[in-house]
């Protein structure tokens, strides 16, 4: 009888499963066959084992790939444009016109095969965008070989995408007809905010989101302005104008919800909604703390997201997940919140479990797929390792991540891209960075 063969093997010295808060697996191996996991055996056993190719990563945490929950991918181009800005000003005076001016198809596939590149060599395997020209994001997506749900903005007023929330949608389902069928491109509903959506249009995506069965993303909660102004509009605060209006449900996405009293809390759990925790960002704008611990004991699920590069001013998500747990334990004065476990859990399982996909990614599981990322602690900055886990959220790098797979299919190997050209991309970055100044 003849041994199974394998597409691959990767044995490591440690594995992070991410299925229970603190288990990992030392000197095992991980079988791939068909972009699986098909089996996870101790390196010893595995070696008797026939397949294609063998890894062999001695000095590396092998983990579920990363999950931005949040992002603007093609803002990578407006990177460093209007920096130490509050959110409103940064938005209307600053980032908006250069919209205006500059997005179009081609800036949007240009700005989200960079942001895809810095992502993958970060270790991110899935990512939540929302933007415009929805097409290229999708397009970029395919190209970079990521996992890629592609948001479909929704405003009131006018952008080069648009004319109005009407325009946006009949758009945005349009094309997500092209890509349908794609299994690592999925297309969501993405009215922008509140503040910018009216309560029809909020109705129209909530009954849009039912009928072809898609998942919602917005902004929501980002600062005390916006909580005020909608008190002084709407006469009631955002969270409650949504639960009115029907949008609050396992398909929502909320991203930021930083500033929550114990009645939204208590709410958003009620409503199983996911939240996009973006920490970065929310200093960045100076738009607060989140409050993760108690969204987290409330039974809340939260992911982290980078949101985009135009306000972080880097895609690293795993500087992210470290932030995430240090916030937490400033922000309530605890040490014990969000411990690194938890981190790391919010920054895979979870943004899996947001995008209802955690059957298929988020640990490292037998049956499920092989969105795999390695890091590399054999470096000084990590050395001695008495802990991978708590090394992967507090001490390592981006730049320590080795290997990517998605689906079986390695996009990173010893640091190098192998579906995206990395000099062309930086060539393409200098030509929008020429453009956007007027040169």
């Known amino acids: 009888m003849s041994l199974a063969r394998y597409d691959t093997i990767i044995t490591a010295r440690w594995i992070i499963t991410v299925e229970n808060d603190g288990e990992v697996l030392e000197n095992y191996a991980v079988l791939v066959r068909d972009g699986c996991i098909a089996g996870m055996l101790p390196a010893r056993e595995a070696a008797a084992l026939d397949a294609g190719e063998r890894i062999h990563l001695d000095h590396h945490v092998l983990m579920p790939g990363l999950v931005n929950l949040h992002g603007h991918s093609a803002m990578t181009l407006l990177r460093g444009l209007a920096d130490d800005l509050a959110l409103m000003d940064w938005l209307t005076n600053h980032i908006w016109p250069a919209e205006a001016k500059h997005v179009r198809d081609d800036f949007v596939f240009d700005g989200a095969c960079i942001a895809m590149a810095e992502m993958i060599r970060g270790g991110t395997t899935t990512i939540n965008d929302m933007y415009f020209f929805h097409g290229a994001m999708a397009r970029a997506g395919i190209a970079s070989g990521m996992r890629s749900f592609v948001g479909c903005s929704i405003l009131e007023f006018p952008t080069p995408y648009g004319n109005n929330a009407d325009d946006y949608i009949e758009k945005g389902l349009a094309e997500r007809r092209e890509f349908l069928g794609e299994e690592l491109v999925t297309f969501t509903l993405a009215p922008h905010a509140p503040y910018t959506v009216s309560d029809a249009t909020f109705e129209r995506v909530v009954m849009l989101a039912e009928q072809e069965d898609m998942l919602i993303h917005c902004h929501i909660h ?28 396992p398909r929502l996405i909320a991203a930021h919800m930083v500033h929550l009293d114990a009645s939204e809390i208590e709410l958003a759990a009620r409503h199983g909604l996911s939240i996009a925790h973006n920490p970065t960002s929310n200093m960045k704008l100076a738009s607060g703390i989140a409050p993760v611990d108690a969204l987290l004991a409330h039974g809340v699920n939260v992911g982290i997201g980078t949101d985009g590069a135009a306000s972080n001013n880097k895609l690293d998500m795993l500087a992210e997940t470290r932030m995430a747990a240090l916030l937490a334990k400033v922000g309530t004065l605890n040490p014990t919140a969000v411990p690194a476990a938890t981190a790391l859990h919010m920054a895979t399982l979870n943004g899996a479990r947001a995008l209802g996909i955690d059957d298929k990614i988020g640990s490292v599981k037998l049956g499920k797929q092989a969105d795999l990322i390695a890091i590399d602690l054999s470096a000084l900055e990590t050395a001695p390792a008495f802990d991978p886990i708590s090394h992967v959220v507090y001490a390592a790098g981006r730049e320590q991540v080795s290997h990517v797979w998605v689906k079986g299919k390695r996009l990173l190997d010893s640091r190098r891209l192998t579906t995206l050209d990395e000099p062309a991309l930086k060539a393409r970055a200098e030509d929008w960075k020429l453009r956007i100044q007027g040169k």
């Not at 980002?222 to 609050?248: F, K």
């Open 222 to 249: 980002e600062t005390a302005d916006e909580v005020g102004n909608s008190v002084t509009e709407h006469g009631q605060r955002p969270l409650a104008r949504l639960q009115r209006l029907g949008l609050l449900s």
